[in-house]
């Protein structure tokens, strides 16, 4: 039973249909929820509404606290190795098990009477976190990120020194006829952000010659500082789907090695890892299609 249970929550067990329904369901859940949360800030809509709105988050918190306590008590079924509360504490722990948790805990404690307050409000908009987890495209995210982390940490760190050097220069030519907005290398930092991720509000703008033109450098340094993680991310997500479709390939050739078919069996199989790679249906078509023309042409080589 707790196998089973671990498997239904982890979209692991079941039907194709009945996986794709719950998945589906959640993340109608978490929308409805969210949107609901936004809502009740408007006075005129929680003025009218606000039961049906307070309903939908009653249901949501229920539902939430229910998947989080069926989580605590099935996750020792994902190591073998480990013991049963070890896998428990390692899931209480970890980043997701705090967002399953802040997704129906504030309303409990609204309910017990705390009062209700942004604070609490940002804590139980956490739950959109919770989309990460029904959600293939935001596995292929984790992976690109994960994948060019030391390319990004490299642009990071040539920021914050383009940062600090742009702060420090518009701080030396300008604080003495601006003190009030340059009085301070810390105050000086608001026109440096703000010019290095090419935002310019306009608030703060340099007066002196020497500052126009140190600033005029520092906005052409920001534009190519803003599109290198632009950049590397976008390069990422290229290579990270042409991998996956690679492997997805690979998986329908071994399939179809046997006897250049796929049964039933293969094509749900195949259909689930479609959907966990975040594979497009046509794309996983066509790769089925070519792999099958190979095939054809392999074996009548043979055949000849």
């Known amino acids: 039973m707790r196998r089973r249970v671990f498997e239904l929550l982890n979209n692991r067990s079941g039907a194709l249909y009945c996986r794709r329904g719950c998945r589906i369901f959640m993340v109608v859940l978490i929308f409805a929820s969210s949107m609901a949360l936004v809502l009740t800030t408007e006075p005129g809509v929680s003025a009218h509404f606000r039961l049906p709105l307070f309903a939908i988050e009653a249901l949501a918190s229920l539902i939430f606290m229910t998947e989080y306590l069926l989580r605590i008590w099935s996750c020792p079924e994902c190591s073998s190795i480990r013991s049963p509360w070890s896998c428990r504490l390692r899931y209480l722990r970890s980043f997701m098990g705090i967002v399953d948790l802040l997704s129906f805990l504030p309303f409990l404690l609204i309910l017990s009477g705390v009062a209700e307050s942004p604070g609490l409000m940002l804590l139980q908009l956490m739950r959109l976190l919770k989309l990460t987890r029904y959600s293939p495209a ?46 301070s290398i810390p ?115 043979r055949a000849e």
């Open 138 to 183: 935001f596995d292929l995210l984790a992976d690109v990120l994960r994948d060019e982390a030391e390319s990004l940490l490299v642009s990071v760190m040539l920021m914050f020194v383009i940062f600090i050097f742009a702060s420090v220069g518009i701080y030396i030519f300008e604080h003495k006829m601006q003190p009030q907005a340059f009085g």
């Open 187 to 301: 105050q000086a930092m608001w026109w440096a952000i703000v010019t290095l991720t090419t935002v310019g509000y306009g608030d703060v703008t340099p007066v002196t010659v020497q500052g126009k033109i140190f600033a005029t450098l520092i906005t052409v340094v920001g534009v190519g500082l803003v599109s290198l993680p632009a950049g590397i991310i976008a390069s990422g997500f290229t290579e990270q789907l042409r991998m996956r479709r690679e492997r997805f390939q690979s998986e329908v050739e071994e399939l179809m090695r046997e006897d250049g078919e796929l049964s039933r069996e293969d094509i749900s199989h195949l259909e689930q890892d479609r959907q966990e790679l975040g594979i497009n249906r046509d794309k996983a078509d066509l790769i089925i299609s070519q792999v099958q023309r190979e095939q054809q042409l392999s074996r009548q080589r």
